[in-house]
């Protein structure tokens, strides 16, 4: 089944036009979640980690939200560099490994 | 400090061969793990190395391996290659095997 959701799957803003970006998850207890951004031909570049609903973190024009059952990336007026695949994952908190589980991502794109 | 470096950067192969990729990690991490990205899809996890002690296995076959040195630095090797192993193949190392992930810019697996 699927354990992260995320939406939408792409999303097109002008520059300036701030928007969220959502993450939707099932899992039998959270240890953490995490966001990433990914260039093409790249690897996830880490941003942020969420561990309890209610946490808030930020980074320049990123802003990232947890609730028990998802969380959002809050963009405020994008800039064209801001274009990326942006991948939700979350860590569950069993077990002895660190599997993360990957949603499929946004691709966003700023037009200048 | 260097990051998370993968060889090689592409790789061609036919059906039926074998491959080996390398990663070493940050200076200072001691869990490696491999995760596999096809095209438009989310990374997905195949192992974790903790300590070189398999920590964890994703739901691959079992034509894929992989092993940790006693440098940390790592090996995933996949026999008998199908069309479908075709994919971005990211190692990723972190602190500890609890730690959010440092990726590698992977390394591009083409089967013809």
């Known amino acids: 089944e699927d354990q992260v959701t995320q939406s939408p799957e792409a999303l097109r803003l002008q520059e300036g036009e701030s928007s969220s970006l959502n993450c939707s998850y099932t899992?039998?207890?959270?240890?953490?979640l995490f966001w990433y951004r990914q260039d093409p031909g790249k690897g996830p570049e880490f941003l942020f980690t969420l561990y309890s609903a209610g946490e808030e973190k930020e980074k320049e024009r990123l802003k990232a939200t947890l609730t028990k059952k998802e969380s959002f990336l809050h963009i405020t007026a994008p800039k064209p560099e801001d274009s990326a695949t942006y991948l939700c994952a979350v860590q569950e908190g069993r077990g002895t490994g660190n599997q993360f589980y990957f949603g499929t991502g946004t691709s966003l794109t700023v037009i200048p | 400090d260097a990051g998370v470096t993968q060889s090689p950067t592409h790789l061609i192969k036919t059906r039926g061969q074998h491959v080996t990729l390398r990663c070493s990690p940050i200076s200072g991490h001691k869990s490696v793990s491999w995760y596999q990205q096809v095209l438009g899809q989310g990374p997905q996890f195949i192992f974790q190395y903790y300590e070189k002690e398999e920590r964890g296995r994703g739901n691959f076959p079992d034509r894929f391996s992989a092993r940790q040195f006693p440098n940390y630095s790592s090996e995933l090797n996949v026999n008998a290659l199908l069309l479908g192993d075709s994919a971005l193949y990211l190692c990723a190392s972190s602190q500890d095997r609890f730690e959010k992930l440092f990726f590698g810019s992977g390394t591009q697996l083409s089967v013809l």
């Open positions: 899992v039998s207890g959270l240890r953490g």
